[in-house]
């Protein structure tokens, strides 16, 4: 029998995995905390996030009458963004955008904050460049700044916002806005009460809306979301997509198939925004996920957590399979843990409803690029 899907403890330097703050948090917000106590600290926050919208409402209004500056690039711009604070999915987008002008020859840069960033480069940028070798990724918080260096230093000719939405210092030809199906409006409110980043009404400033995870709902719950959509933001193009696991992947560039996760117990950890998608992904492909450890989101192992997990690892059974997820491995850089085998799960995002549309979307921005570069 598996061990226990409660992580072991590790040492004081450790964040906490799944029972841990983020998610003590979440299970707040979300309701699942009853009591006096959680029912004042949903008060307590819902007091905080009216200052917090009250700010991101003027700045946003700042930006709509031209009071504040947004600079210019040299080159087009596309956005990919989101509402709420983490686990949409927007690497394997953004990776997508970038394939998709990469396959019209043009050249392309990836421009992000770096969220989480040792040495300039964090988990997602190393997921893109194991992915994209010939795609640039700078990294930084003056985005603008990273523009005009892609431009003139690396003669980018499109550049691909990751996280965009928000950063509005550079002005975008194109907004794609996704919202995860699974659980679209943060819980119902701004942060900190829920995870909204912003308003709802800002769907409106998206030049087209990507619903994410599709496959994880059902048809009718599809459909009221985008009723939903339709009425916040009317007119603006509303397409379906969902993260469509490929295959497997170790440090060392080897491949698996995902029949893998079939053949015997799987025990599988992350460090995401949205673990649960993680899970629930392993599961839809027929796993038996009799394990499972979630930390925070862009989480740095340290030595204690890597001998943490050793040890988990060699608690397991031995036809038990190990598995993370890329954003994990890049990090990790082992290809065995607890003395088996550390397989990662790609993904790559596909558009279920709507692919005319988006690539639609993406063309206009470059209204030459009907055929490549000669």
Not at 47 to 67: E, I, K, M, S, T
Not at 76 to 88: D, E, K, Q, R
Request: net charge positive.
């Amino acid at each position: 029998m598996l061990a226990s899907s409660e992580p072991h403890p590790v040492a004081p330097s450790s964040a906490p995995p799944a029972g841990g703050a983020r998610q003590q948090y979440l299970a707040l917000v979300r309701g699942e905390r009853r009591g006096a106590w959680p029912a004042l600290q949903r008060a307590g926050l819902r007091l905080a996030a009216v200052p917090y919208g009250a700010v991101v409402r003027v700045r946003n209004l700042l930006f709509d009458r031209g009071w504040l500056h947004s600079e210019t690039a040299a080159v087009p711009v596309v956005s990919v963004g989101n509402l709420t604070a983490g686990g949409t999915g927007k690497t394997p987008c953004v990776e997508y955008v970038a394939r998709f002008y990469r396959g019209l020859d043009r050249r392309v840069a990836i421009l992000s904050r770096g969220y989480g960033s040792e040495a300039g480069r964090n988990d997602e940028a190393l997921v893109l460049e194991e992915n994209l070798p010939d795609v640039p990724h700078l990294q930084g918080p003056r985005r603008a700044a990273l523009a005009r260096a892609a431009v003139e230093e690396l003669e980018s000719e499109i550049l691909v916002l990751d996280d965009g939405f928000q950063h509005r210092r550079l002005r975008r030809d194109l907004d794609l806005v996704l919202l995860d199906a699974t659980a679209p409006w943060g819980h119902g409110y701004l942060l900190p009460r829920g995870l909204l980043r912003e308003p709802r009404s800002s769907l409106r400033r998206a030049s087209v809306i990507a619903l994410s995870r599709c496959d994880q709902v059902t048809a009718e719950e599809r459909r009221r979301l985008k009723e939903q959509v339709h009425a916040i933001a009317p007119g603006i193009d509303v397409i379906e997509s969902r993260h469509k696991a490929v295959e497997l992947v170790n440090s060392e560039r080897a491949t698996a198939g995902l029949e893998l996760l079939r053949e015997g117990p799987v025990a599988a950890f992350c460090g995401l925004g949205n673990p649960d998608a993680f899970r629930r992904t392993l599961t839809d492909l027929g796993a038996n996920v009799a394990a499972f450890r979630a930390y925070p989101d862009h989480f740095a192992y340290g030595r204690a957590d890597v001998d943490a997990l050793d040890t988990w690892g060699r608690s397991l059974p031995r036809d038990a399979a190990l598995v993370t997820t890329q954003k994990d491995l890049v990090k990790l850089r082992v290809a065995s843990l607890g003395g088996r085998p550390l397989w990662a799960l790609r993904v790559a995002w596909r558009v279920e409803n709507g692919r005319d549309v988006l690539e639609r979307h993406l063309r206009s921005v470059l209204p030459n690029l009907s055929e490549p570069r000669p």
